[in-house]
């Protein structure tokens, strides 16, 4: 599976800027699909995802700010970001797995997309 993230560059504190990942593979058969983000000097976290099963999970800093959406036919899913905060800046990864889900939380991304930057600037 190869994921293409773009979108990705700066934007003022309090803005709004989106990304979007495309998928070599068909989206509805990954049973976890979204996006993860490591700032400087951090772990990776999760961002926002969706299961198989449609549920959707977003990270607590980001709940009420971020929408995930996806569209099935072209294998594509997106992130808008609103009302945007410095401590989101990060480089944001498309993730997907297959493996088998007990919680998006806990389910380990198998494939990454190669990051695209996001700089929140005062």
């Known amino acids: 599976v190869q994921l293409q993230a773009f979108g990705g560059g700066t934007v003022q504190t309090g803005g709004s800027l989106n990304l979007s990942c495309t998928a070599s593979?068909?989206?509805?058969?990954?049973?976890?699909l979204g996006w993860y983000r490591q700032a400087p000097g951090n772990q990776r976290e999760l961002v926002a995802a969706?299961?198989?099963?449609?549920?959707?999970r977003y990270g607590n800093s980001v709940k009420g700010r971020f929408t995930i959406s996806r569209d099935n036919n072209a294998n594509t899913v997106h992130l808008e970001m609103n009302n945007m905060m410095s401590e989101d800046t990060a480089v944001y990864y498309c993730t997907s797995s297959f493996r088998p889900i007990t919680t998006i939380e806990s389910n380990r991304p198998q494939y990454w997309g190669q990051g695209t930057l996001v700089t929140v600037s005062s």
């Open positions: 969706f299961s198989r099963g449609g549920s959707t």
């Open positions: 593979g068909k989206i509805w058969d990954m049973n976890v």
